[in-house]
């Protein structure tokens, strides 16, 4: 068996810590990636419930008015 030397291993020891910190880099590179994606994606996510909000808004007040003028009309039917 090789005995492997203090500067082989200080050499071993450094190679694997450039590789460490390459594969950190492209990882925090990656994930930097996809939070601007998610990010992106939020404010799509924002914009359509807001549309779709107004939408519901409208049809809430179709409704009440629609039950409003019932209720003013059979109020009137009862009174003659």
Do not use: N, Y
């Amino acid at each position: 068996m090789a005995r492997i030397s203090p500067t082989e291993r200080a050499l071993e020891a450094s190679d694997r810590a450039t590789k460490a910190l390459e594969a950190i880099a492209r990882h925090e590179k990656e994930c930097g990636e996809r939070w601007a994606q998610t990010g992106l994606q939020l404010k799509e996510l924002q914009r359509q419930v807001a549309v779709h909000g107004t939408r519901w808004e409208k049809i809430a007040w179709l409704i009440i008015s629609g039950i409003g003028l019932l209720l003013i009309g059979q109020t009137i039917k009862g009174l003659f």
